[in-house]
């Protein structure tokens, strides 16, 4: 079956940088988009960054330039390379692989900004 497992999370200061990653399995990594969301307290669910089967991005207007999605087709795994991180960029971090209703999505990992 499909496992999607995301790691990296953590506290940083403001400022700071992380590097979130995801493994997915089960199926043809390659051929399959894949998308990082993010859910803060009380708020929706939303997009932050996706990366199609052709390499192609595409990043939430609140973190373009600070944020950049990579994958590594070898290694079944996607990145999320997080730099200048915000207080408001606190959340659990979801990665997603495919589009519903097809899509599978990991268990989240926590991302805490704070000094």
């Known amino acids: 079956q499909v496992q999607v497992v995301e790691s990296g999370g953590g506290l940083v200061q403001p400022g700071g940088s992380l590097r979130l990653s995801c493994v997915a399995s089960?199926?043809?990594?390659?051929?399959?988009?894949m998308g990082w969301y993010r859910q803060a307290p009380g708020k929706q669910r939303e997009l932050v960054a996706s990366?199609?089967?052709?390499?192609?991005?595409n990043y939430a207007d609140s973190v373009k330039g600070r944020f950049t999605i990579s994958r590594d087709n070898a290694k079944n795994t996607v990145y999320l390379q997080m730099n200048s991180l915000k207080p408001e960029d606190t959340a659990v971090y979801y990665c997603?692989?495919?589009?519903?209703?097809?899509?599978?999505w990991g268990q989240g990992t926590q991302v805490t900004v704070s000094s």
């Open positions: 990366i199609r089967s052709n390499g192609n991005t």
């Open positions: 997603t692989q495919g589009y519903a209703p097809n899509d599978y």
């Open positions: 089960g199926r043809a990594f390659w051929l399959y988009s």
